[in-house]
């Protein structure tokens, strides 16, 4: 069974602070997503990382592909409210099919 | 675009009664999830539909489960009869076929089984 695990599961943070979620599995992904869902919706892509090693970068999130394409890690820096959500990260499988991750609920204090 | 639409967004039913779940995709995306999400298992996936035919319902718990798309702007999920344990989050989504295409997600349908 393929699995992904996240880790923390859960995080709480001052405003301003920076902060790393890690995505981990054993299995070899073609391609790996970022999600992040808030309450009552469902979730939205923030990036796609296709080659091992990888570095994309969106405002404030960086986000990284490891070199044997099995992990992955979304970096934060100077976190906001805005970011409080539910990051979810998620492995294709095929061309269709993606497993997702257990989910890290991060949570931003002003 | 409006988006992917779900309806309804909350549903109260008894133990086993028929529900159905409807979901409207983006105009001109091709494929269709259905999914689920709950907190003991995250979001897993149900069922892949492509140009409206099914290919690959490997993730439907069991036979009380049934999914539909008789054309390309409408699909149902149906779970006939009902359990406690088929409370949760179900999601639609839709995308573009094609590898690593963005996949646009419904504001899903809470289901409570009672």
Redesign the interface.
Same mark, same amino acid.
């Given at each position: 069974t393929q699995l992904l695990e996240q880790s923390p599961q859960f995080l709480s943070i001052q405003e301003g602070e920076n902060l790393t979620v890690y995505c981990n599995s054993s299995s070899v992904f073609?391609?790996l997503?970022w999600y992040r869902q808030e309450p009552?919706?469902?979730? $939205? +892509?923030l990036v796609?990382v $296709?080659t091992g090693g990888e570095v994309k970068k969106l405002k404030r999130l960086t986000f990284q592909f490891g070199d044997a394409r099995k992990d992955s890690s979304l970096h934060i820096t100077a976190a906001q409210p805005g970011d409080t959500g539910l990051y +979810?990260c998620?492995g294709?499988i095929g061309?269709?099919?993606?497993i997702?991750?257990?989910?890290t609920r991060l949570k931003v204090l002003a | 675009d409006a988006g992917v639409i779900q309806s309804p967004r909350h549903e109260v039913t008894e133990m086993g009664q028929e529900v159905t779940l409807r979901c409207k995709p983006i105009s001109g995306h091709n494929s269709l999830f259905w999914y689920r999400q709950t907190m003991m298992r995250g979001l897993e996936l149900l069922i892949y539909f492509n140009n409206n035919v099914p290919i690959d319902d490997s993730g439907m718990p069991e036979d009380r489960f049934s999914a539909k798309m008789p054309n390309a702007s409408f699909s149902t999920l149906k779970i006939q009869p009902s359990e406690p344990r088929d409370s949760a989050v179900y999601f639609c989504a839709s995308k573009v076929t094609g590898v690593n295409t963005e996949a646009f997600f419904g504001q899903g349908t809470r289901l409570t089984v009672v």
């Open positions: 073609s391609s997503q009552g919706e469902g979730p $939205v +892509l796609t $296709v +979810l998620a294709a061309t269709y099919k993606y997702f991750g257990t989910g | -």
